[in-house]
């Protein structure tokens, strides 16, 4: 446990910060799967902003974020041409 008081504060935050970016985290993951399984434009759009997100606070690359979003367009393109 942290003794000094700027120590203490220092947990107080980063565990404030752990549990916003859990959940961005989770949200993000959450919209992915849910336009995996049911490709749709409005499903895109939400998996998007959840990327875009969650790269804005650091918690992926944006080439990661990058990729992912084109096979999620590709994916969306293919299930419209069936």
Do not use: G
Request: net charge positive; aromatic share 2%; glycine share 0%.
């Amino acid at each position: 446990m942290p003794i000094l008081s700027s120590a203490k504060k220092a947990l107080r935050v980063s565990l404030r910060k752990q549990a916003i970016n859990n959940q961005v985290r989770s949200q993000m993951k959450t919209a992915v799967k849910k336009f995996m399984s049911n490709p749709s434009a409005e499903a895109l759009q939400e998996a998007y902003s959840r990327l875009d997100k969650a790269v804005k606070r650091n918690l992926m690359h944006k080439n990661t974020a990058a990729r992912r979003k084109a096979r999620m367009s590709r994916t969306l393109k293919q299930s419209q041409s069936k």
